[in-house]
Nanobody, 117 residues
Framework: QVQLVESGGGLVQAGGSLRLSCAASGILFSLSQLDWYRQAPGKQRELVAQVTSGGTPSFADSVKGRFTISRDNGKNTVLLQMNSLKPDDTAVYYC???????????WGQGTRVTVSS
């Protein structure tokens, strides 16, 4: 059973930065893809960033150049560094760990990010 716990959300002014962290329990972390999603009020959940098991990152167009994603397989942790934050980044951010091969698709409880203008 995989458990994911996000932290690092909060209130920040536009232009500021936050770093979200997601800690995973259980094995197979290093073999799984790790994603960050977000869901703003009244909107669908959207993929923000992901990093493959091999370490290749990718980002939604809306956050390219502002967000970075990194993983530490030794600590079972994935980080989302968010810079130059905008009010449109306001959402609940969720960590997702998935592996088709090992039939894993686990979600954290979410952490709220609020960016004030």
């Amino acid at each position: 059973q995989v458990q994911l716990v996000e932290s690092g959300g909060g209130l920040v002014q536009a232009g500021g930065s936050l770093r979200l962290s997601c800690a995973a329990s259980g094995i197979l972390f290093s073999l799984s893809q790790l994603d960050w999603y977000r869901q703003a009020p009244g909107k669908q959940r959207e993929l923000v960033a992901q990093v493959t098991s091999g370490g290749t990152p990718s980002f939604a167009d809306s956050v390219k150049g502002r967000f970075t994603i990194s993983r530490d397989n030794g600590k079972n942790t994935v980080l989302l560094q968010m810079n130059s934050l905008k009010p449109d980044d306001t959402a609940v951010y969720y960590c997702n760990m998935q592996s088709v091969t090992y039939r894993i698709n686990s979600w954290g409880q979410g952490t709220r990010v609020t960016v004030s203008s």
